[in-house]
């Protein structure tokens, strides 16, 4: 249980690092895009083990990874437009 934790939330912070790498100007401050990648796969783990059991680690990881991909990609902000003139104006 311990082991299956601590993987998912390397994996999450290793998701976080590579999300930084390659969207560096739509994600907020870096401590809380790894805040998000940690934490989106410890309550990825608690749920995933609670909906599969015990029995399954390597399933109950890559499903952490997945929460914990969702959870980083609700940081991703929008690119920025310059603003023009809209057709009414």
Do not use: D, N
């Not at 401590?31 to 399954?56: K, N, P, W, Y």
Request: hydrophobic content about 55%; charged content about 10%.
């Amino acid at each position: 249980m311990i082991l299956e934790t601590l993987s998912a939330v390397v994996l999450g912070v290793a998701l976080s690092w590579a999300a930084l790498r390659s969207l560096p100007g739509r994600l907020p401050a870096r401590r809380t895009v790894f805040a998000a990648g940690a934490l989106g796969a410890l309550f990825g783990t608690s749920l995933m083990r609670s909906v599969l059991g015990s029995g399954h680690p390597a399933v109950t990881v890559v499903g952490a990874v997945l929460i914990a991909a969702v959870t980083v990609s609700l940081l991703i902000r929008p690119r920025s437009r310059p603003l023009g003139r809209s057709a009414a104006a």
